[in-house]
Structure formats: structure tokens, C-alpha cells
């Protein structure tokens, strides 16, 4: 059984994996952060995470290309599932659809010594823009690499308040639904959601 000492020696080395590969890709530490569970076990360290979520913040859709070019894996923008392992080794994942609601441009996988990390180029200008458009409150949460700090946004510090998991706008889907279960039984709290103005069917 891990141990809560363990689990922040596991956090911390993943924190700084992620750190040393935004560095490596060219980026001063204050142009990126690890948003989610990871940086949701920062407050909760029994939180189980397997893998980092690192948002490259400012960045539109070309930034994204560009640097998957320079890394010779062009093709997988057309064939996600194609050429990536086999040009790039230490990418296993690649999805080039863009998220408008997440301000997301290429969202691609990578395995850093041993750790699983999903590296997010997002065109909004600060991690608070950033934070402000996850599904889960809770999951409105950032470490921040300049300042070694946690950000809670609004939404986060009601649910940890609350011990809830809160689905925000808009409505249910089943992608947001299946990760608010997955909190939720990681954390033992109840599911709440934030109703749009026109529903009236209660989740």
C-alpha cells in the first residue's frame, strides 16, 4: 500500500518531469503550469494521479505545429495514430482536434523517465484563463512552476470547501460525467452540477 509520504515523493518528481520538459521544449517556466489532479494532489496528497497535465499557455494552433515539426512527426497532425510512435518514440498519443471551449490547440502524450505527461497548447493568455473553462470545479486547480505556488480558482475552493464534485455548464456529458465519477469515488464526495438556466431536469 503507498504511503502519504510516498505519494508526495511520486508527486514532486512527477512535478518537476514536467517541469524539465517544458524547459527542454524551449519555454521559460512562468509560460507554463500542470493543471488537474496533479496539481490537485498538491492539496490532497492521497489524491491518486497517473499521469501530468502540462498547459503551454498563450500559444495558438501554429506553435503547437511548429514544434511537432521540429520534432519531425508533421504527419501525425493528418494521422494521429499513424507515424507518431515510430518518428517521435516518446510520443504515444496525439489528438489534433481544436477545443474551443478549452482554448486547446494539440494536445499530444509523451513519457518522460517514467512519467505520463499530457502536454496542452492553449491559446488563452494565463492560467486563469485556462482553469476557468474545465468542466469540474475541482479540477480548477494549477501548480505553478515560477512561484512553486497552488492556484485555486472559485469554482475549486467550493467544491473543496463543499467536498463536492461539481459538473459545470454547460449540461452532462457522458466524457464529464464519467470523469466527475472518477473524483468522486477518488475522493469519496458526493457529484453536484451547475444548472443551466433552461434545464429543469436535476442530475
Not at 517514467?114 to 485556462?130: L, Y
Not at 479540477?139 to 505553478?144: A, K, T
Not at 457522458?174 to 429543469?200: F, S
Request: proline share 7%; aromatic share 10%.
Amino acid at each position: 500500500m503507498t504511503t502519504t509520504a510516498e505519494r508526495v515523493s511520486d508527486n514532486h518528481r512527477a512535478l518537476i518531469a514536467a517541469q524539465i520538459h517544458l524547459l527542454g521544449m524551449g519555454y521559460a517556466a512562468n509560460e507554463g503550469f500542470v493543471a488537474g489532479g496533479r496539481a490537485l494532489q498538491t492539496l490532497f496528497p492521497a489524491f491518486p494521479t497517473k499521469d501530468t497535465d502540462l498547459f503551454i499557455f498563450g500559444e495558438p494552433t501554429s506553435a503547437a505545429l511548429s514544434w511537432l515539426s521540429s520534432r519531425g512527426a508533421t504527419e501525425v497532425i493528418h494521422s494521429p495514430q499513424a507515424a507518431a510512435v515510430a518518428r517521435w518514440p516518446e510520443v504515444s498519443e496525439v489528438s489534433s482536434a481544436y477545443d474551443p471551449a478549452m482554448g486547446a490547440s494539440q494536445n499530444f502524450k509523451v513519457t518522460r523517465n517514467g512519467e505520463a505527461i499530457d502536454i496542452v497548447f492553449s491559446s488563452f493568455n494565463a492560467p486563469a484563463e485556462v482553469l476557468r473553462h474545465f468542466d469540474l470545479g475541482v479540477c480548477q486547480v494549477g501548480y505553478l512552476f515560477a512561484t512553486g505556488f497552488t492556484i485555486i480558482a472559485p469554482p475549486a475552493l467550493a467544491d473543496l470547501v463543499a467536498h463536492t464534485v461539481t459538473i459545470m455548464r454547460p449540461a452532462p456529458t457522458e466524457n464529464n460525467t464519467k470523469r466527475a465519477l472518477k473524483y468522486a469515488q477518488k475522493l469519496g464526495w458526493p457529484i453536484v452540477r451547475t444548472p443551466a438556466e433552461d434545464d429543469e431536469i436535476p442530475f
